[in-house]
């Protein structure tokens, strides 16, 4: 018995912080699903198991909701299991019956009921799906005395947060930690965490297929799950299937010597041009070496897909060198003498002096251009 495990789709998830990003985002969450079409007929596996989550919300626009359906439609020798989740939760004249009313691929299976399903012959599908955003019961309880027929291969199949495991689930749907066990489940596919997570030896998160936040799954991945016989240990192999990488990095700077490596190891990374990135530059510049590094930066944005520095951390210390470049003895310089003085300030808030320094910065960078264009 070999399958897809998979969950958290989110098709139709809005990316708005993105600008015209936003879009190519979008597109790549629907690419995923054609990723998982073809990684199922290369590996043989006659089903692909959707943990919940689907969609982003439980009431998509009408080109949303067939989307994905006519992308599981184009790969007809795989069968598509679907559960509702958290975000698309089923509910009288929602999203599925909307599904169901617009015809559904005969290959894609929406299991809204907690009622066994066959698998072929050698399987048996405990689906737990969600009717509401927030249960207030554990919906896998009921797998514990589900039926099944000697020798099935039982796969239970939910959305919601492992009881006493901490991770970041956004649902608060309770599941029992021991829940293959209790309910002897050969495999227990979830989904709600947004990254690949193991939790017992049959029970595991499959993540997103394709990364959609920082400090997060950082690449979207599917999990191949080969079960060789009822009471048999599943064998799990994850794989990838997202284009986009998802990263956060912390770096520490001093001097701007620090700003050769630190370039070197950004421009390092693979994979650059589909790189989203969350930098948090720390630590302490003169005005010279601040102003090189936005230079870096500006390079590095055009190299990665999207790049987003945060400077909070990071501080500026202008030397004698630095107000001399501004203005030698001048209105300017008088002007950079008193913003410098309130950055170091001790009396002065927090925000002034950032402030301060942010006004340093942009008064260096616009005295240094104005002399390059003179030149």
Do not use: C
């Given at each position: 018995?070999?399958?897809?495990?998979?969950?958290?789709?989110?098709?139709?998830?809005?990316?708005?912080?993105?600008?015209?990003?936003?879009?190519?985002?979008?597109?790549?969450?629907?690419?995923?699903?054609?990723?998982?079409?073809?990684?199922?007929?290369?590996?043989?596996?006659?089903?692909?198991?959707?943990?919940?989550?689907?969609?982003?919300?439980?009431?998509?626009?009408?080109?949303?909701?067939?989307?994905?359906?006519?992308?599981?439609?184009?790969?007809?020798?795989?069968?598509?299991?679907?559960?509702?989740?958290?975000?698309?939760?089923?509910?009288?004249n929602g999203l599925w019956d909307r599904a169901r009313a617009e015809g559904l691929p005969p290959n894609v299976h929406l299991h809204l009921a907690p009622e066994p399903a066959p698998l072929g012959e050698e399987?048996?599908?405990?689906?737990?799906?969600?009717?509401?955003?927030?249960?207030?019961?554990?919906?896998?309880?009921?797998?514990?005395?589900?039926?099944?027929?000697?020798?099935?291969?039982?796969?239970?199949?939910?959305?919601?947060?492992?009881?006493?495991?901490?991770?970041?689930?956004?649902?608060?749907?309770?599941?029992?930690?021991?829940?293959?066990?209790?309910?002897?489940?050969?495999?227990?596919?979830?989904?709600?965490?947004?990254?690949?997570?193991?939790?017992?030896?049959?029970?595991?998160?499959?993540?997103?297929?394709?990364?959609?936040?920082?400090?997060?799954?950082?690449?979207?991945?599917?999990?191949?799950?080969?079960?060789?016989a009822a009471g048999a240990p599943a064998t799990v192999t994850p794989h990838r299937t997202g284009a986009y990488r998802w990263l956060s990095q912390r770096e520490e700077v001093s001097a701007g010597t620090d700003?050769?490596?630190?370039?070197?190891?950004?421009?390092?990374?693979?994979?650059?041009?589909?790189?989203?990135?969350?930098?948090?530059?720390?630590?302490?510049?003169?005005?010279?070496?601040?102003?090189?590094?936005?230079?870096?930066?500006?390079?590095?944005?055009?190299?990665?897909?999207?790049?987003?520095?945060?400077?909070?951390?990071?501080?500026?210390?202008?030397?004698?060198?630095?107000?001399?470049?501004?203005?030698?003895?001048?209105?300017?310089?008088?002007?950079?003498?008193?913003?410098?003085?309130?950055?170091?300030?001790?009396?002065?808030?927090?925000?002034?002096?950032?402030?301060?320094?942010?006004?340093?910065?942009?008064?260096?960078?616009?005295?240094?251009?104005?002399?390059?264009?003179?030149?």
């Amino acid at each position: 018995m070999r399958f897809i495990h998979t969950a958290d789709w989110q098709i139709g998830k809005p990316f708005r912080n993105f600008g015209d990003k936003e879009s190519v985002l979008r597109q790549a969450r629907l690419d995923a699903v054609e990723a998982i079409g073809r990684l199922a007929v290369a590996e043989r596996a006659a089903h692909v198991l959707v943990a919940g989550d689907l969609y982003d919300n439980e009431a998509p626009a009408r080109k949303t909701l067939l989307e994905p359906m006519e992308r599981m439609r184009s790969f007809a020798a795989v069968s598509w299991h679907v559960i509702s989740g958290n975000h698309d939760f089923h509910r009288g004249n929602g999203l599925w019956d909307r599904a169901r009313a617009e015809g559904l691929p005969p290959n894609v299976h929406l299991h809204l009921a907690p009622e066994p399903a066959p698998l072929g012959e050698e399987a048996v599908l405990l689906p737990a799906p969600l009717r509401r955003k927030s249960e207030v019961n554990d919906l896998t309880d009921w797998m514990d005395a589900a039926p099944s027929a000697a020798g099935q291969i039982r796969i239970g199949l939910a959305h919601g947060s492992v009881q006493g495991f901490a991770a970041d689930g956004e649902a608060s749907n309770a599941i029992a930690a021991d829940r293959a066990k209790r309910a002897g489940l050969d495999y227990l596919a979830l989904g709600d965490w947004h990254r690949t997570l193991q939790i017992g030896p049959a029970t595991w998160y499959a993540g997103t297929p394709e990364a959609d936040r920082f400090n997060s799954q950082e690449l979207g991945q599917v999990l191949l799950v080969e079960i060789a016989a009822a009471g048999a240990p599943a064998t799990v192999t994850p794989h990838r299937t997202g284009a986009y990488r998802w990263l956060s990095q912390r770096e520490e700077v001093s001097a701007g010597t620090d700003l050769d490596s630190l370039e070197a190891r950004l421009r390092a990374l693979p994979e650059m041009s589909s790189l989203l990135m969350r930098l948090d530059i720390r630590g302490t510049l003169d005005l010279t070496a601040r102003a090189d590094l936005a230079r870096r930066l500006a390079g590095l944005e055009a190299a990665m897909f999207w790049l987003q520095p945060d400077l909070d951390g990071l501080h500026v210390r202008p030397t004698l060198a630095d107000l001399e470049k501004i203005d030698f003895d001048g209105v300017l310089r008088e002007a950079a003498e008193k913003l410098r003085q309130q950055a170091e300030s001790e009396a002065a808030s927090l925000v002034e002096r950032r402030r301060a320094e942010e006004a340093l910065v942009q008064l260096f960078l616009l005295t240094r251009d104005s002399r390059g264009a003179a030149a």
